[in-house]
């Protein structure tokens, strides 16, 4: 079938009683969903496990209007912030055989299967746009591109010459301590480590002095 609509991954906040959270679009399998929850005190990430934490219909799989995610014990997620993404599994079944028939069905799947993946892929990173930055990952060869729409949020800045740390301070201050400071990154040779964390920001302590035109990317998962 087509896919005609665009494919956001669900966010709720648990009440402690609601058991059935929708999500509005097709999935292939059950396990092409992921269900993680997110604790308001801690931070802390849990990622939720099929048939135990919750189920999904049989009819909600391949449905083009989508389904339910169940949560079996909805009080243990209260005040949680739940989000429901799409994952699909990337793998390609199709075998079609030299001479055989060309089942529209069959190629119609697959078709959507790729479609998905592109959707999945465009929603963690779309297109860098003012807000975003991409840039070239050396040591692990990928490129890395940061959105604050990952609820990911970071910087490219300009470091002053000759100092050991650089003081990160946030455009708008985070409700708590709780956030999550991600490896840096440096256009020169560098271990760093974090201190002084606060709401309003934190500090990156440098191992080796900051050269001239020095640079660090720096991030943190609220």
Do not use: C
């Not at 790729?114 to 990173?125: A, C, D, I, P």
């Amino acid at each position: 079938m087509p896919i005609s609509t665009q494919y956001t991954p669900e966010t709720y906040v648990g009440d402690g009683v609601t058991a059935a959270l929708p999500f509005t679009w097709r999935i292939l399998a059950k396990t092409d969903i992921v269900v993680q929850a997110k604790d308001p005190d801690t931070g802390e990430v849990t990622t939720l496990d099929l048939d135990s934490d919750y189920t999904i219909d049989d009819g909600d799989v391949d449905n083009n209007s989508g389904g339910d995610v169940v949560l079996s014990t909805p009080a243990d997620w209260d005040g949680f912030t739940i989000k429901i993404s799409r994952r699909t599994a990337r793998t390609q079944l199709v075998n079609i055989v030299e001479g055989s028939t060309f089942p529209a069905a069959v190629i119609t799947k697959a078709l959507d299967r790729l479609t998905m993946f592109v959707q999945e892929l465009w929603q963690r990173f779309g297109t860098p746009g003012a807000e975003q930055f991409t840039r070239w990952d050396e040591f692990a060869q990928i490129l890395q591109v940061d959105t604050p729409t990952l609820g990911v949020l970071g910087a490219e800045v300009d470091v002053d010459e000759g100092v050991m740390f650089h003081d990160i301070t946030f455009a708008e201050a985070l409700a708590d301590t709780a956030y999550e400071i991600l490896p840096a990154s440096f256009n020169w040779p560098n271990n760093g480590w974090w201190s002084n964390k606060t709401t309003a920001g934190f500090r990156w302590n440098f191992s080796n002095e900051s050269p001239a035109s020095a640079k660090m990317v720096w991030k943190v998962n609220p």
